[in-house]
Structure formats: C-alpha cells, structure tokens
C-alpha cells in the first residue's frame, strides 16, 4: 500500500470545504431536496470526478475523490444532499461509465456529469430486501426490446431521478439469472410513485417505482446480459466505500463540535471535558476518525490499482456506520438537553446517522460477507 496524499489533493478537498460551507448549507433545504444546490454542486464539476474528459469529467484518481467526499462530509451539514449525490454518481453514473456501451456512454454519460440527468439504483423490492436475489422484477425478451414487470422499493432519488439502474431476473431455472438495464423515466409503462417518508436523510426523496410492461430498448442492456449480478457486487462495492466517505467527515465535524462544546461548557463549577465520561466519548470519536480514514484511503489506492475490495469495503462500511451513529448518540448525551431539542442538529444528524446500518446492505449482512470470505480464503 502506498498512498501519500499530495499538496494538490490536499488543495481540492480544501476547495470542497470552502464550496460546501457557502454553497450547500442552506438551513431551509436540510430537510428538502433542492435544485437549486444540485445546480450548485453540477456547476463545481465535482459529478464527474474520476469520469474521463471525454465525458465532460475531471479524470481524477479514486483517491483524491475519497479525500473530496471526506472533505464534502465535513463541511456539508445536509446529510441527504450529500445522499442524492452519491447515489446518483457510484450507483448509477458510474455503473455506465464502468459497464456501458459505446452508445450507452454516449447518450448519458455526458447529461449525468452535466448533472442535467439524475440518476438512481433500483434493486431492492418488499419482498427483497437483504436476500435481494429473491426479486422477482423479471425482464422478458421481445426482439426488438424488453418487457420488465415488477416494483421496486426504496429507491433513493426515486422521486427526481430520470435514469434508473434496473436489476431484473432474465433467466430462471436451476441458475438464476439477472441483467442491469439502463431505464429512463420516460419509458412506456414506467411509473414513480409517492415520496416516502423516512426519519431521516430528508432531502433525499425516496420512493417506490413500478414497471409495469415497462418497453426497454435491446442497446440500454447495462454490461452483459445475464450477467447483472457481477455488475450488483460492484455497484455495492462502490456504494459501501463512496456512500461511506463523507460519513468519516461527518464524524470530524460533529467530534469538533462537541470539542469545543466541552471546553465551554461549565457545571459543577468546571468544564464538563474534565469528566473522564465526556472526554473518552470524544477520545473514540478520535479513534474511529483515524481508523476510517485509513480504511477510505486504503480502498481508494486498491480502486486505484484496478483491484477488487469488495471485503475492504464490507468492512469499511461496517466499521464507520456502527462508530458514525455511536458518534452521533455520544454527541446528543454531551450536549444534554440541548442536543434534543431541532436548534443544535444534533438529533437530526442522528436521525440521519441511523440509515447507514440499514443502507448498502445491513450491517448483518455485512458480518456475513466478512465471515464468508474469510471462511472460503481458509478452506
Ligand atoms: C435510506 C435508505 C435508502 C435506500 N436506498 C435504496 C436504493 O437506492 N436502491 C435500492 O435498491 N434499495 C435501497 N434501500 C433498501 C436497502 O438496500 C434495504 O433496506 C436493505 O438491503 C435491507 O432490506 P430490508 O429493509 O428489506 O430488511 P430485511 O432484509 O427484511 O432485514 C430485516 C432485518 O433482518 C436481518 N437479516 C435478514 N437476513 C439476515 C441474515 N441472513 N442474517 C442476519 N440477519 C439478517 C437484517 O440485517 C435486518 O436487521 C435503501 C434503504 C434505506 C434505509
């Protein structure tokens, strides 16, 4: 491993921090999706980092965008803006950029890093949820396109996307089998319904969206056909690493907040930091920033060697949702009563920190993952 972090990657997470503390901390969008902050975010350019410039993208290492995302964590205060981002660039853009035909690349990738198309995942179903190979959204072969009938549920962005990543079964039988397809929200027979509404991540609409006979043409086959699960793994994998990079600059910032919080605060005619109860709270915060950070750039670099960190980020994930949401629930015990009430956002942060074991795969799932791979590395 090798990984040493330059003066210019140091300058563009810099440059993040300034743009996310005077552009995207709108105090009467942190809990509704705005357009206008998503046209702020399209105009930085920061959609297409690691896209080539060939579709309008920065052409940026995966590392020097783990530091960005770090950095757009830290200093945007709007969890579920920073979600819509990310779905819309690891789960959906990069899948095209990664996986896409000549045609395919051509007639989205460009709009997607222009930010002027939204894009979303849709693998999950009420019935599918951690075991999300029991979907039954199935895809059928017409000639000339397909036909997809099923209902997907969860879906990030539903509700402002216009370019959804579909997984659907495309053969049955003793192997099933699945494809990706490229849908847009114009098709025939493709219908997004209501926004749900959650306990957090507010400014992310989320919804179900149904296919119903839903028309695909034969060109949006997304990769191979049939071969979707591989292009599943990969997009979880992305998910579990890039989703999770701001979390590791959420945690900063709230760690700082509470810092400052306990060097101020007095009772007992002392800085309530001098209890050991207080100051170790802020002690494993420290802990859990370093050991995320490492883990972040650690993928990154693999990503940058074109290797595979499916495990890497099973545990990355792992690690930083269960230390993002005790972080979160250590700062509303330090700040007391003032930290339950709206005005310190310390209880929203929470409510938003408490998606993240559930997201990308629970954090059960994850635990499988890990013994499973670890399992079969020793058999
Ligand atoms: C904020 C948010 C955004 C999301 N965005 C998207 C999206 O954009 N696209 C999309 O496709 N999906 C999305 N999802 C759905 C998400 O992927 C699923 O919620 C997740 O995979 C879990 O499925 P489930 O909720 O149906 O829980 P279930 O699978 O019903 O699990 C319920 C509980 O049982 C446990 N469990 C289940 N099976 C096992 C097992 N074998 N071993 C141990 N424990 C087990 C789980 O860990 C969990 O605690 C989103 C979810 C959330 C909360």
Not at 127 to 150: C, I, Q
Not at 180 to 195: H, P
Request: glycine share 8%; hydrophobic share 40%; net charge negative.
């Amino acid at each position: 491993m090798d990984f040493l972090i330059s003066k210019d990657q140091i300058m563009l997470k810099n440059e993040i921090i300034d743009f996310a503390k005077n552009h995207l901390n709108d105090s009467k969008y942190i809990e509704t999706f705005s357009m206008e902050m998503w046209k702020e975010i399209c105009n930085l350019g920061l959609l297409g980092v690691t896209i080539s410039e060939e579709y309008g993208g920065l052409g940026e290492s995966y590392l020097t965008a783990a530091l960005m995302f770090e950095g757009l964590g830290y200093a945007c205060k709007n969890n579920g803006f920073i979600f819509v981002v990310n779905n819309h660039i690891w789960v959906s853009q990069n899948l095209i950029y990664l996986y896409g035909s000549k045609e395919l690349k051509e007639k989205y990738l460009k709009k997607m890093v222009a930010g002027e198309k939204i894009g979303a995942i849709a693998i999950t179903e009420a019935e599918a949820g951690s075991d999300a190979m029991s979907m039954t959204t199935h895809a059928e072969d017409k000639g000339d396109y397909y036909v997809l009938n099923g209902t997907k549920m969860f879906i990030s962005n539903g509700p402002i996307a216009d370019i959804f990543i579909v997984f659907a079964v495309t053969s049955e039988g003793t192997f099933k089998r699945y494809t990706a397809f490229v849908v847009e929200k114009n098709f025939e027979g493709f219908q997004v319904c209501e926004d749900i509404k959650k306990m957090g991540l507010g400014a992310c609409p989320t919804s179900e969206i149904v296919l119903n006979n839903c028309i695909v043409p034969k060109e949006n086959v997304l990769g191979t056909f049939n071969m979707g699960a591989n292009i599943m793994t990969a997009a979880l994998e992305w998910e579990r690493c890039y989703e999770f990079a701001p979390h590791v600059g959420v945690m900063q910032r709230i760690m700082e907040r509470c810092l400052e919080h306990v060097n101020n605060r007095k009772q007992f005619n002392r800085l309530i930091g001098e209890n050991q109860s207080i100051s170790h709270k802020i002690a494993d915060m420290q802990v859990s920033i370093e050991l995320s950070r490492l883990m972040l750039y650690k993928i990154a670099w693999l990503k940058d060697q074109g290797k595979s960190a499916f495990m890497d980020a099973s545990i990355f994930k792992l690690y930083v949702s269960e230390n993002y949401i005790k972080t979160c629930r250590d700062a509303l015990q330090i700040f007391g009563a003032y930290g339950y009430t709206k005005d310190y956002e310390i209880e929203r942060e929470l409510r938003d920190a408490l998606a993240c074991s559930i997201y990308s795969g629970t954090n059960e799932m994850q635990k499988n993952t890990i013994y499973n791979m670890i399992r079969s590395r020793a058999l």
